[in-house]
């Protein structure tokens, strides 16, 4: 299986690809598209974009376009947009994030655990900067480092990741200033750690013996050793509502 095949299974019952709640991701999109309801909304690296279709879905005016380089997610997202009925509004495109421009302007974009793909915090926001109108907002999701990772953990996302203040200062330096923000908890961090393992693990033991079986099994145990043996106490999530400094 392909590393975005493996991705998807592990993301099956949690609600997004992010430590957060279902009431974080409302409260954390309601605040971002406050006064932009009848606007537009840009996902880079989206996925299978339930961001999108949530916001769609809670606002009628609002007009969406999602952006990823995995088809297979795409055709999710469209599946799952016509189910909802708001697949008229949104608009996706298969291609690199990185790659993506537009005509039109957007009003407020989402970058949620997707700055690796930019190469971090500030090229990716020097990418979204000029994909938004004037007053555009954008919603910035980001592990961080809440203490060194443990020998198990020092290849995972805590090992190259800077503390909160330094993940701040990285988006003051480049220009943006978090107007609202949400640190995930324990509860959501732990939700879906176990989520992914278990999504992966459940999905293979009811496969037949195979080597999609055991490249799932071995996924999960990789995932869950990095984050028993260190990645939980050394990795915290924060979800940032910014905009411009200027």
């Known amino acids: 299986m392909e590393r975005h095949e493996i991705s998807r299974i592990a993301h099956h019952d949690h609600p997004i690809a992010a430590p957060l709640s279902d009431g974080a991701v409302h409260d954390l999109l309601a605040r971002l598209l406050r006064g932009r309801e009848d606007g537009r909304l840009l996902d880079l690296g989206c996925g299978e974009s339930p961001w999108l279709v949530r916001a769609l879905a809670a606002h009628p005016a609002l007009r969406a376009v999602g952006v990823d380089a995995d088809a297979d997610a795409l ?26 421009s537009t005509v039109e302007p957007f009003d407020a974009a989402l970058c949620i655990g997707a700055t ?44 190259g990741a800077p503390d909160l203040a ?21 509860t959501e961090l732990d939700a879906y750690a176990w989520a992914r393992t278990g999504s992966l693990t459940d999905w293979a033991l009811d496969r037949p013996p195979g080597p ?26 924060v979800t940032l509502v910014l905009r411009r400094s200027a």
């Open 166 to 186: 330094g993940t701040v200062a990285a988006v003051r330096d480049a220009g943006w200033l978090p107007v609202a923000g949400h640190t995930s908890t324990r």
């Open 212 to 237: 999609d079986r055991d490249q799932a099994l071995l996924a999960a145990a990789d995932d869950r050793e990095q984050w028993l043996g260190g990645q939980r106490e050394a990795l915290g999530f």
């Open 116 to 159: 690796r793909t930019f190469g971090g915090i500030g090229p990716a926001l020097a990418a979204i900067g000029p994909l938004l109108a004037p007053g555009g907002a954008v919603l910035l999701g980001e592990p961080y480092r809440e203490r060194e990772p443990a020998p198990l953990a020092r290849e995972s996302a805590a090992a």
């Open 75 to 100: 055709r999710t997202v469209l599946r799952t947009a016509q189910q909802l009925g708001v697949d008229r509004r949104i608009g996706l495109h298969h291609r690199d994030a990185r790659e993506f």
